[in-house]
């Protein structure tokens, strides 16, 4: 997820992942939507309050933070009218009418189950299926520690790189870089 906060032109530009929560507290802040620049702007007074909202939000500001995967089960649907299904801050699915079908979020993968749109015509939703598992990638470390949505989670460990594949890579490219110096000194 990118986060940024940019001061120019005598605003803050704010960059940032949609979630309908954070939309909600930035237009309380005197936010308004830039479309061309793709980037809400405030007052530049208002920043230390953007990232508290982002914090609250996302569970990350525009500063580094520890980030995680999780894996969710899905012990039961979570649908969503009239907009997407977020958990842990982020976009897992999101609808756009009630026969659009349902797009995955970014950094979101369906081990199983999967997600949909449903509802009427004009009181569609959003749908993630009961036994669904999904795998979150860049949730910040103490978000998903602190679990506040009481999801059934588990946070993977990271993978380590596989030592002894590396340096049967490296040596094997360095071979390659000793031919082709041979080729060309020849």
Known sequence: MAFKIIEANGKAQIVSPYNPE???KIKKMGGRWDSAAKVWTVDPRNVEMVRQA???VYGQDDRPADLVSVKVTMLSSKSEGRGPVVMLGRTIASAWGRDSGARIGEGV???EGGADSGGSVKNWE???TKGSVIIIHDVPRA???????GLTLEILAEETPNLAA???ERERLLARVAEIDAILAG
Not at 143 to 149: D, I, K, R, T, Y
């Open 109 to 111: 993968v369906f081990v």
């Open 54 to 56: 982002m914090r609250e």
């Open 166 to 168: 590396l340096q049967e």
């Open 126 to 128: 959003t749908v993630v």
């Open 22 to 24: 954070f939309v909600d």
């Open 143 to 149: 978000l998903a520690e602190a679990n506040p949505e």
